[in-house]
């Protein structure tokens, strides 16, 4: 299993290799980081199920880290929401993945504006395809 780069002491990976300009990836870095850091479990659950996220190309995906269920040496990705930038659009196509395990257009809200935006709507997960 690939696993990403760790940018940070508390174990929040990020794999930076966005299309778009060095200081919009670290823009998305920083406001991707501290959602995520909100919404973390607490550190002694950290070992069996953590949230956690990556840059790669011009998406930002958010996942979950979980224990293999029959290996806690073993470890788990669960995506939670994806979002990839259009630069001709200059916005973010907002994605979320069905049980068929592709990614699918979050049809409330399949656009975003600004990494901000993309992030209320997961917050909000209005539809429960986030978080459940």
């Given at each position: 299993?690939?696993?990403p780069r760790?940018?940070?002491?508390d174990g929040?990976?990020c794999?930076?290799?966005m299309?778009?300009s060095e200081f919009?990836?670290?823009?998305?870095?920083?406001l991707?980081d501290?959602f995520?850091q909100k919404?973390?479990?607490?550190?002694?659950l950290?070992?069996k199920v953590?949230?956690?996220f990556?840059?790669?190309?011009?998406?930002v995906?958010?996942?979950?880290?979980?224990?293999?269920w029959?290996?806690?040496?073993?470890?788990?990705?669960?995506?939670?929401?994806?979002?990839?930038?259009?630069?001709s659009k200059?916005?973010?196509?907002v994605f979320w993945?069905?049980?068929?395990?592709?990614?699918?257009g979050?049809?409330p809200h399949p656009?975003?504006?600004?990494?901000?935006e993309f992030?209320?709507?997961?917050h909000e997960d209005?539809?429960?395809c986030?978080?459940g």
């Amino acid at each position: 299993m690939h696993r990403p780069r760790d940018h940070s002491e508390d174990g929040i990976r990020c794999q930076s290799a966005m299309a778009i300009s060095e200081f919009e990836i670290k823009r998305c870095e920083k406001l991707v980081d501290e959602f995520v850091q909100k919404r973390r479990p607490p550190p002694h659950l950290r070992a069996k199920v953590d949230l956690a996220f990556r840059i790669a190309g011009q998406s930002v995906e958010i996942y979950h880290i979980r224990a293999h269920w029959s290996d806690e040496g073993k470890t788990l990705e669960s995506p939670v929401a994806k979002a990839t930038y259009n630069k001709s659009k200059k916005s973010w196509k907002v994605f979320w993945q069905r049980a068929d395990q592709k990614w699918h257009g979050y049809q409330p809200h399949p656009e975003a504006a600004s990494i901000e935006e993309f992030l209320e709507v997961v917050h909000e997960d209005a539809h429960c395809c986030f978080f459940g």
